[in-house]
């Protein structure tokens, strides 16, 4: 609940502010960018029609900042790590000068939520988290691209495509990585030989387990 920074503003203006936030965050949980905006560029000229103190519009942006950063927590999102300067977002607020300068931040943060929340992006969100949740499962296993993506029932090309642009890394060099770190765990018990730590890990060949 919004709580006004602006003692002498009245508990109907009050009321409208909350409002607004409100539709902002559930248009922003459709993932609706554009509808999303306009309430944004809607409340903010409100508050300057006022001519309400910028630290009271302030108060209003931490506000928004903070739900947003709730929204994405739901959805298993980091918000410091999607959000341009997402790490000091709450900061820039409090020295904006300008309800300019704190609209630009506050529509860069929507753009931002709107893009991860869309439909879309849900939906290849799924796609990765049950892709990661096989491979973790079965890394033991002999696994590969083609086998992850046909117990996901996705395509192959398109979970590559979508896998390295998620994670940074190809499928296969997450698969690589994750068996090398299990086995580097393994290679600590003194009574595990190497081709069985190999195996332990998914890997058949010694010569190419002590390659990797």
């Given at each position: 609940i919004f709580v006004p920074y602006n003692k002498n503003q009245s508990i109907q203006e009050a009321s409208i502010t909350n409002k607004y936030i409100d539709k902002i965050i559930e248009s922003l949980e459709t993932g609706n960018c554009r509808d999303t905006l306009t309430l944004l560029h809607e409340l903010l000229e409100r508050q300057r029609a006022l001519k309400q103190p910028i630290e009271h519009i302030k108060n209003i942006g931490l506000q928004i900042c903070?739900?947003?950063?709730?929204?994405?927590t739901n959805h298993n999102i980091s918000f410091s790590k999607v959000v341009e300067n997402g790490e000091?977002?709450?900061?820039?607020?409090?020295q904006s000068r300008s309800i300019n300068h704190?609209?630009?931040i506050l529509k860069n943060i929507v753009k931002t939520v709107s893009v991860y929340l869309s439909p879309a992006e849900?939906?290849?969100?799924?796609?990765i988290d049950r892709a990661l949740e096989y491979i973790n499962n079965n890394y033991k296993e002999n696994i590969s691209l083609q086998s992850v993506a046909d117990n996901i029932h996705v395509n192959s090309s398109y979970l590559s495509r979508l896998f390295r642009k998620k994670n940074g890394e190809t499928l296969v060099e997450y698969i690589t990585r994750m068996r090398m770190e299990k086995a580097m765990e393994l290679l600590k018990n003194a009574n595990l030989q190497i081709f069985e730590v190999a195996a332990l890990v998914g890997i058949d060949d010694p010569a190419y387990f002590s390659h990797l």
């Open positions: 903070s739900l947003c950063s709730k929204l994405l000091s977002v709450y900061k820039e607020i409090l704190l609209s630009e849900r939906q290849n969100s799924n796609i």
